[in-house]
C-alpha cells in the first residue's frame, strides 16, 4: 500500500496529465454560462439604447393616470431607480447564495434561479400592455437578485466539476459569457433593430430564453462530484459524475484528494460568513478577495464606458454612429475575454491579473492627460481612443474574469460558499456605489475623475504582486498550503488539516495547536 505522500504525488502528476475537454465538460460549461451570465451581461447593458423610449413610456403612462406630465426630477429619480435596482438585487441575490449551494446544491440552485429570470422576463415583456412602469423597476431587482445568485454560482461550479489543469480556463467561460450578453444586448438594441419604441418591450423580455433554455438541458448533466462527496457524503454518486466527466472510469486519484480535503472539511467544520471572518486560517484569503474584487469594481471600467461615447465623438465620429462604435467596444471586450480563455493555463493567472490592472493603470493615467488637453492638441482625441480600447483590452484579460477564478481556487469546500457569498457582495455593493458616485464625482472632478481609478487599479497592482501566489496547475490542497504558511498555520502532512485553529459546532473557535511560528 502506497504511503499517503507517494499517493498525493500520483494524484497531483496524474491530474495535470490526464485531464482533457471532454465533450460532458464542454456542454456542461456552455449551458450553464449561457444559461446565467450570460444574462448578467445583458442586463448590464440592455437597458443602455432604449433608454429615452422607456422614458417616454414612463412619462406617457404618468399623464394617462394623473392627466398632467410627470415632474422631471421625478422622471429622473423612477430611471436612477431603474439603472440602480440591478446592482442592488445583486447584493440581494449575492447574500442568497451560501443558504442555497449548500442545501440545493450548485446545480440545484442554477435550477431554482431560472425562476427569477422568467418571471422577470414576463413581467418586462408585456409592462407596455399592462402600461405599469412599476414592473420593470421591481423586474431590475429580481433580474438583479438572479444575476448576483448567477455570478457567483456558476464559476464555483464549473471550477469544482474542472481538473485543476483546465480550470482557469474553464473558469473564465462565465466571464467570456458575461461580455457576450452586453455585445448581444447592444446589437439587438440598435436603433434599427429593436432599441426604438415599438421594439423595447421585446427586447427586455428575450431574457427569459436562455434560462428557459437551461431549466430544460441543465438537469440531463451532473451536479458537482466536490458537493456529493464533501458536502452530502455520497461518494458513489460523486464517483458516477465524475466519471462522466472525465470520460473514463480510473477516477480514484481525484476521489482521493477530495477525501483528503473532506477529512479537512471535518476537522474545521462548515463556514458562515461570520466564522470565515474570524478565522485565521483564513485571513488572507479573505483579504485578498475583498481586495480583487473592490479593484475589479472600483477601477473605472463603468467610467470608460460612460465617456467611451463623447471621447468618440469628439475624434469627429457622428452621434448617429456612435452606436455602432459602442457595439465595436463590446466585440473587443468579447475577443480579449476569449483570448484569456486560451492564455490563463499558460501565462498563469497571477500574471493577467498584474498585467490587466497595469494596463488600466496607464490607460487612466494617460486619458486624464489626453481628456484635458484634447481642446488644445488636435491629435490627443485620438489618444483618447487607444486609451479607451488599451483600458477594456486590460479589463477583459485580468481584472474581469480572474478574481472569480481565484475565490473558487483559494478556499476548501466547507469555506468556498461563504467566500463567494463574501467576494459577491462586495462585487455588486462597488457596483452599486459607483453607479451611485460616479456622476457626482464627474461634474466635481470631470476627466481628473480618471485619477482615483489610476490609483486603485495601482493599488490592487502592489497587493497582488506582493500578496495573491500563482495558483495554476494546482490541486485546492496544495494552493491551502501555500497560504498558510503567509496565514502563519501549519498543515499537519497526515491529514492536511490547519493546526491553528477549527471551527465546531456552536460555530466558536477552539485552539488546537498554535504553529511555532505564530506571532
Known amino acids: 500500500m502506497k504511503l499517503k505522500g507517494q499517493k498525493q504525488e500520483s494524484s497531483d502528476s496524474s491530474d495535470g496529465s490526464k ?6 465538460l464542454a456542454l456542461v460549461a456552455l449551458i450553464s454560462a449561457f444559461g446565467s451570465s450570460f444574462q448578467y451581461g445583458y442586463n448590464v447593458s440592455v437597458i443602455n439604447s432604449p433608454a429615452p423610449y422607456m422614458q417616454d413610456f414612463y412619462n406617457q403612462t404618468y399623464f394617462n393616470r394623473n392627466g398632467v406630465p410627470m415632474d422631471s426630477g421625478f422622471q429622473t429619480l423612477l430611471w436612477s431607480l431603474t439603472v440602480s435596482m440591478y446592482p442592488l438585487g445583486g447584493l440581494f441575490g449575492s447574500l442568497m447564495v451560501w443558504p442555497m449551494v449548500n442545501n440545493c446544491g450548485r446545480k440545484g440552485t442554477l435550477l431554482i434561479n431560472n425562476l427569477f429570470s422568467i418571471v422577470s ?5 408585456t409592462s407596455e400592455l399592462a402600461k405599469t412602469f412599476e414592473v420593470i423597476i421591481l423586474s431590475r431587482v429580481i433580474m438583479g437578485i438572479y444575476a448576483g445568485l448567477a455570478s457567483n454560482v456558476v464559476p464555483m461550479f464549473l471550477g469544482e466539476i474542472s481538473p485543476k489543469n483546465l480550470r482557469g480556463a474553464i473558469g473564465v467561460v462565465p466571464q467570456l459569457f458575461i461580455t457576450v450578453g452586453i455585445l448581444v444586448a447592444q446589437i439587438l438594441g440598435l436603433n434599427n433593430i429593436l432599441g426604438n419604441a415599438k421594439g423595447w418591450p421585446v427586447l427586455l423580455g428575450l431574457t427569459g430564453i436562455p434560462s428557459v433554455i437551461q431549466l430544460l438541458i ?10 456529493l462527496l464533501i458536502q452530502k457524503g455520497n461518494e458513489e454518486q460523486a464517483r458516477e459524475a465524475l466519471q462522466k466527466l472525465r470520460g473514463w472510469d480510473d477516477v480514484d486519484d481525484e476521489i482521493e484528494e477530495m477525501r483528503r480535503e473532506d477529512r479537512s472539511e471535518k476537522e474545521e467544520g462548515h463556514f458562515s460568513v461570520l466564522s470565515l471572518c474570524t478565522f485565521r486560517g483564513l485571513r488572507w484569503q479573505l483579504i485578498s478577495i475583498i481586495v480583487m474584487m473592490m479593484g475589479q469594481q472600483l477601477s473605472g471600467v463603468n467610467a470608460v464606458f460612460y465617456y467611451a461615447d463623447r471621447i468618440f465623438q469628439s475624434a469627429g465620429v457622428e452621434s448617429s454612429n456612435v452606436q455602432y ?8 471586450n468579447v475577443v480579449m475575454t476569449l483570448l484569456a480563455v486560451f492564455i490563463v493555463e499558460s501565462l498563469g493567472r497571477r500574471i493577467l491579473l498584474l498585467a490587466g490592472f497595469g494596463l488600466c493603470c496607464v490607460s487612466c493615467a494617460v486619458l486624464t492627460v489626453a481628456l484635458n488637453l484634447q ?9 483618447s481612443i487607444v486609451c479607451v480600447i488599451v483600458y477594456i483590452i486590460g479589463h477583459a484579460i485580468g481584472a474581469s474574469p480572474i478574481p472569480f477564478v481565484m475565490i473558487t481556487e483559494m478556499f476548501l469546500q466547507s469555506s468556498r460558499p461563504a467566500a463567494f457569498m463574501v467576494g459577491g457582495s462586495v462585487h455588486w455593493l462597488c457596483n452599486f456605489t459607483v453607479g451611485l458616485v460616479f456622476l457626482y464625482m464627474e461634474a466635481g472632478l470631470g476627466p481628473y475623475s480618471f485619477l482615483i481609478f ?7 497592482i502592489v497587493y497582488i504582486f506582493i500578496v495573491v501566489p500563482e495558483t495554476k496547475n494546482k490541486t485546492f490542497m496544495e494552493i491551502n498550503r501555500i497560504m498558510a504558511k503567509r496565514n502563519k498555520v501549519e498543515i499537519q502532512d497526515d491529514k492536511e488539516e490547519l493546526k491553528d485553529f477549527h471551527t465546531v459546532p456552536g460555530g466558536q473557535a477552539e485552539k488546537k495547536e498554535v504553529s511555532s511560528s505564530e506571532l
Open 19 to 24: 485531464g482533457k475537454m471532454t465533450l460532458l
Open 121 to 125: 422576463a414576463i413581467l418586462m415583456g
Open 218 to 227: 441543465l438537469p440531463f448533466f451532473p451536479e458537482s462530484p466536490r458537493y
Open 325 to 332: 462604435v459602442t457595439v465595436s467596444i463590446g466585440a473587443i
Open 375 to 383: 481642446n488644445t492638441v488636435s491629435w490627443m482625441s485620438y489618444l
Open 454 to 460: 489610476c490609483a486603485i487599479c495601482l493599488a490592487s
